[in-house]
């Protein structure tokens, strides 16, 4: 039996609400082989993060030569990757492998407003991840950041994806999220504007979801779907994550990624 391959490279969440432990879940309920190379650990639950160890540079080229070496990926995912030195491994080695279908979340502000990357970072992030990324999926305040562009309306998305793609060269996905009248995102691949549509739904266990997103659209490149099929899908995907209002922990929650696992390993004690 084959199946395809998708590999995530980013940070580990260990109370699985981001991170590998969510690009992991959601690259099996989407139907690939999921794999994996950290480039930091946590320490976090619901209510904050309590520390962080980062991987070294070495430690990452061991793993991401492992992978490839064996299990070549059909797709990549990259999220949360803060140091210069480790995103510049990332950019050698993926080069190097010659790897496909890209999907790179530029992570850099966290859900509370605060930065979570140093401006070197951001400079090094554009100059050598955007280069080989088939699809970047920025938020609002990340594109806000990459584009020097205050958004707040449709139009003002519009000039923020065009002026994005005209620095990284590659597909823009900007994620609506975070306007308050609607969930809509904005692709702009090949000088293509396409509006995804979306239903926003009314959860406040919504960390992780752009995790979940690049993910979800890494793996369906992965079988085979074209870059539209791709968002769309994980788009679907996500909204009905986010309606199976899982609720634990006492804070920002998880998605429930696995709302669609039914079978006979799955049931609880009755």
Not at 78 to 96: A, C, N, P, T, W
Not at 194 to 205: L, Q, S
Not at 225 to 252: C, M, P, W
Request: negative net charge; contains cysteine.
């Amino acid at each position: 039996m084959k199946i395809k391959t998708a590999l995530t490279i980013a940070g580990s969440d260990s109370s699985g609400r981001a991170g590998i432990q969510v690009d992991l879940k959601t690259m099996t309920m989407n139907g690939v082989y999921a794999m994996s190379a950290v480039t930091a650990l946590t320490a976090q639950n619901t209510m904050g993060v309590a520390a962080i160890q980062e991987s070294s540079p070495d430690f990452l080229k061991e793993q991401i030569d492992a992978i490839f070496e064996d299990i070549y990926p059909d797709a990549v995912k990259i999220g949360m990757v803060s140091s210069v030195d480790l995103i510049r491994i990332i950019s050698e080695r993926l080069r190097y492998y010659d790897a496909k279908n890209v999907v790179l979340d530029p992570v850099m502000v966290a859900t509370s407003g605060s930065p979570l990357m140093q401006n070197d970072a951001v400079q090094t992030l554009m100059e050598e991840l955007f280069p080989i990324a088939t699809l970047i999926t920025p938020n609002i305040p990340e594109a806000e950041i990459l584009s020097g562009h205050k958004i707040v309306s449709k139009n003002d998305m519009i000039s923020a994806v065009k002026t994005i793609n005209a620095m990284c060269n590659c597909s823009v996905l900007l994620k609506g999220g975070h306007r308050t009248n609607d969930a809509d995102d904005l692709l702009y691949s090949d000088e293509n504007l396409v509006w995804i549509k979306g239903v926003r739904i009314d959860n406040p266990n919504s960390h992780g979801t752009g995790c979940t997103l690049s993910s979800a659209i890494a793996s369906n490149l992965a079988k085979g779907f074209t870059l539209i099929e791709s968002v769309q899908r994980a788009k679907d995907y996500i909204t009905d994550a986010l309606a199976a209002q899982l609720n634990l922990g006492h804070g920002a929650g998880p998605l429930n990624h696995a709302f669609y696992i039914k079978g006979k390993y799955a049931e609880e004690k009755k």
